[in-house]
Nanobody, 115 residues
Framework: DLQLVESGGGLVQPGGSLRLACAASGFPFSSYPMYWVRQAPGKGLEWVSTINRNGRGPQYAPFVRGRFTVSRDNAKSILYLQLDNLTTDDTAMYYC????????RGQGTQVTVSS
């Protein structure tokens, strides 16, 4: 069965950093583009980033503004999202997903940015 398991979230102060990871199994990871989406309290799912099958040409939502970096290790079937210079607006549950709408996603990892 397909599994996506996120980790790496936590509580961080504004300006801080976190590295999220998503371990994938149950499907040919290297054959799929992968996505990060997030959901802030009281809001809907929001696309964050896309990385294609070979890791080239990543795409980001406008609000990222150069602060996040997506990467993948196809040999280990792991997707990453490096979050830098975090702001309180980045507080959300972060999910890795196999589609841009987040319909096939993991259980999420909570990122809380607060002083």
């Amino acid at each position: 069965d397909l599994q996506l398991v996120e980790s790496g979230g936590g509580l961080v102060q504004p300006g801080g950093s976190l590295r999220l990871a998503c371990a994938a199994s149950g499907f040919p990871f290297s054959s799929y583009p992968m996505y990060w989406v997030r959901q802030a309290p009281g809001k809907g799912l929001e696309w964050v980033s896309t990385i294609n099958r070979n890791g080239r040409g990543p795409q980001y939502a406008p609000f990222v503004r150069g602060r996040f970096t997506v990467s993948r290790d196809n040999a280990k079937s792991i997707l990453y999202l490096q979050l830098d210079n975090l702001t309180t607006d980045d507080t959300a549950m972060y999910y890795c997903a196999r589609d841009a709408l987040g319909n096939t996603r993991g259980q999420g990892t909570q990122v809380t940015v607060s002083s």
